[in-house]
């Protein structure tokens, strides 16, 4: 095993937040060139994603990505500089707390009760204002 999992959501005013399902679809995003094909890359329905990129939106001032429609080749969508840097900066952050979790927990590990099943692995649920 590997230590502790962190998992966590940015809340950055009311009813704007970043969490990991988010940051996925953006990732997804990025590498298809596609809302729908990103969406079915990470299991999300068309609907849920659009909804997510649609309040990422209307979390902040710029861009987090940038859609095209039809024509030829048809629609697609970006991931835009700003979006870049909400995914690293997400992504970062994550790795910081991965590494705080795992010197802060690993010393409770040992007392960990295994389950039949599981995978061994201990969840960290985070919120950070």
């Not at 005013?13 to 890359?41: M, Y």
């Not at 429609?69 to 994550?94: C, H, K, P, S």
């Not at 802060?104 to 919120?127: H, N």
């Amino acid at each position: 095993m590997s230590g502790p999992v962190v998992r966590f959501r940015i809340d950055f005013a009311e009813h704007s937040s970043v969490g990991p399902g988010k940051i996925s679809l953006l990732e997804a995003i990025r590498a298809s060139g596609s809302l729908s094909q990103g969406a079915r890359n990470v299991g999300m329905s068309y609907r849920r994603a659009w909804l997510l990129i649609e309040s990422l939106r209307q979390t902040f001032r710029e861009p987090v990505t940038l859609s095209s429609t039809g024509g030829r080749d048809g629609g697609g969508m970006l991931v835009t500089e700003f979006g870049e840097a909400l995914i690293r900066n997400y992504r970062e952050l994550e790795r910081d707390f991965a590494s705080l979790a795992k010197r802060r927990l690993d010393p409770m590990l040992a007392t960990v009760v295994r389950r039949p099943g599981s995978s061994g692995r201990v969840s960290v649920r985070g919120k950070v204002a």
